[in-house]
């Protein structure tokens, strides 16, 4: 008889009490910590997500086998390197291949450099006195302009802009929250269809999830500014084998030679999110964890043992493996609270989620005294499941209706897109 493996989840959020729920699947697992955790998760830890020793300190007496490491910031602090360091089992990139996520300088000049399909860019600094004329120039040359913070924004550190006034208002807003050293960069602005993909990567082999589409917007009709994500969907419809192959030869493959070019070892969940023009697909951005709330569609979509996954990853063993899905689609509706992305109340009871059956995973909650209370700006995730796309958002909306708290909100056409691009593709 196998021993039975512990492990531990680091993070609070959607993504990771979903990565816990899948790996709570395996037989090979007798017990999942997560660090800290949220209301929805059990054995929490409450440790800092960045006070690396202290989290080392409880995997050794914890005897932790994996650390699976959920949210971007530690990645990016090098929180695999220093595991390693400490003899600890990590799931995650190491700091050097976090840049990608890290860096929106470094990842447009890696693109570059690879020849991955992307947007045109040019760089600016806040303490650079000719940036303004650059801005000025690539926008006259584009048909509006895409402003990107170069370092960890919490999945808000992006800007659409139609006038050379919004780009110089962004700008300087962005100089003043980060200072005169923060870079930024200006990237034509790309029409089409948005979706996300997700693979694992063992250093030299990689396996791809199901495609998925988020809505990062806060209203509907993908108006109002960039959030965390209200809602998700997998796997997109009408994606013929011809832009697959497409997406595969344009984007993936170039991207996983550079890694290896650059001598970069690579092991863990790379994460392309990409536009699908008309000319094709372009990378947008990469980040180098699982999506959130694309987590909570892909792996419930996902059969095959996720530890069985990441062990092979960290071994460098996943060309042994092939991936198996579960049938049919998942949709993920983001219960928000009023205020989010903005200011937002906290300690607001949750009603009806404790008698509820369907998959909901915990973003924003805490447990007090047997009730469920909200803790953050995203708060629930629904999730349903269904034959086609329309019966997998029709069950998550009506789980929604099922559960409430004070000043709640969500999007109410998640799944309602048209992809026209995408169909485009046959």
Known sequence: MSVKMQV???????????????????????????????????NNILLDIMDFKSIAEFCRSAKIDVLVVGPEAPLAAGIT????????????????????ESSKVFAKQFMKKHGVASAAFTEISCADKASEGRMKDFFLKEDGCVIKYDGLAGGKGV?????????????????????????????????????????????????????SQDHKQIYDNDRGPNTGGMGAFCPVPDLSERLWKRIIEDTVEPTLRGIHEEGIVYRGVLYFGL?????????????????DPEAQVVLPALKTDLLDIITACIEGELSSLQLEFNPGYF???????????????????????????GLVFHAGTRMEKGSYLTAGGRVLNVVGQGENLSEAVN??????????????????DIGNRLNPVIKSFV
């Not at 390197?81 to 990608?100: C, E, S, T, W």
């Open 81 to 100: 390197d220093y595991m390693v360091q400490a003899g600890i089992r990590v799931f995650g990139p190491n700091r050097q291949a976090a840049r990608l």
């Open 8 to 42: 531990a989840v680091l993070g609070s959020g959607g993504r990771e009490h979903a990565i816990a729920w899948k790996l709570n699947q395996s037989s090979r697992i007798d017990k999942i910590f997560s660090i800290p955790g949220n209301g929805g998760t059990s």
């Open 159 to 211: 800007y659409v802009c139609d006038s050379p006034v919004e780009v110089k208002k962004v700008v300087g807003e962005i100089c003043q929250k980060y200072g005169s050293q923060a870079r930024i960069i200006i990237e034509e602005k790309l029409y089409g269809d948005e979706i996300s993909l997700l693979a694992f990567v063992d250093g030299r082999n990689y396996h791809l999830l199901q495609p």
């Open 395 to 412: 069950a998550a909306y009506q789980g929604v209706k099922k559960i409430s708290f004070p000043g709640q909100y969500y999007r109410k």
């Open 275 to 291: 536009m699908i023009t008309a000319q094709g697909p372009r990378v947008l951005e990469y980040n180098v964890r699982l999506g």
């Open 331 to 357: 949709a993920d509706i983001v219960m928000a609270m009023a205020g989010y992305p903005g200011k937002y109340e906290k300690d607001r009871l949750i009603s009806g989620l404790q008698s509820y059956p």
